[in-house]
């Protein structure tokens, strides 16, 4: 059976809140990994991992979130960025939603780094329950943490060799790695420390890190693996919650 709540039938959604009350909503955004990735790389590994955790342990995958906050990556161009508290009120439409459904339980997993607005949604929601105004739980899950420590501590960031990978066993179609010429420079911020809107674009002006031509699919396609295997664990636990 399909998982992908878009790709369901209405009656089909209905007898899947029979087996489990749980529901996915992968996290990505909108904004530039270099010239050889989607705009959209977040939301594609997102939704791929998702669906196969999904497939693993019963579980329904909402429709990947592409608007998001970004704003750090707004000096570049492809990015659409969101404000953070019109997010929080989104995903609080979307889990009353998806618990209206029968969907109760909502797993945030998100592959969008740099984005605090997840805990900020932690924070609003447990404001909420405190106050008996939420119908759902919601639980967070970071793919830094999905893919294991080993794994994670080899990340060569942004736009790079790991996330390229990550890409290709994804979406292989949508990577263009023939545009890489270089590896992306990372330059000295004119003032150490300090973060302000074009940040990113002074220190990496190709908007990538390291050398995205090192990508391995096969790679890719394992870590994915071992991430969608740790977000069917959480789902078991969460219906058994």
């Not at 749980?22 to 270099?34: R, T």
């Not at 969008?112 to 967070?140: A, N, P």
């Not at 999905?146 to 179609?173: C, L, P, V, Y």
């Not at 302000?196 to 396609?221: E, I, M």
């Amino acid at each position: 059976m399909a998982v992908k709540w878009d790709e369901l039938t209405g009656p089909e959604i209905a007898e899947l809140s029979k087996i489990t009350d749980v529901a996915i909503l992968p996290f990505g955004s909108l904004e530039m990994h270099g010239p050889h990735l989607p705009t959209s790389t977040d939301a594609l590994v997102a939704q791929a991992i998702s669906v196969r955790a999904a497939e693993m342990e019963p579980a329904i995958v909402l429709p990947v979130l592409r608007y998001t906050p970004a704003w750090s990556m707004k000096c570049y161009p492809g990015t659409i960025s969101m404000p953070s508290d019109l997010m929080t009120r989104i995903f609080d439409v979307i889990c009353s939603e998806a618990a209206r459904n029968g969907f109760r339980k909502v797993i945030i997993f998100s592959c969008h780094g740099g984005c605090d607005v997840t805990s900020q949604l932690m924070e609003e929601w447990l404001e909420k329950k405190s106050t008996g105004q939420v119908d759902y739980y919601v639980y967070c899950v970071f793919i830094g943490d999905a893919i294991g420590k080993e794994n994670a501590r080899q990340f060569d960031g942004h736009g790079g060799a790991m996330e390229t990978s990550w890409a290709m066993a994804a979406a292989d179609d949508l990577v263009r790695i023939e545009r890489v010429e270089e590896v992306g420079p990372i330059l000295a911020p004119e003032m150490p420390g300090v973060n302000k809107p074009d940040y990113w674009n002074t220190v990496l002006p190709l908007g990538y890190k390291s050398d995205p031509r090192k990508a391995d699919a096969k790679k890719g396609k394992e870590m994915l693996e071992t991430a969608a295997k740790f977000l069917a664990d959480v789902i078991k636990k969460v219906r058994r919650a």
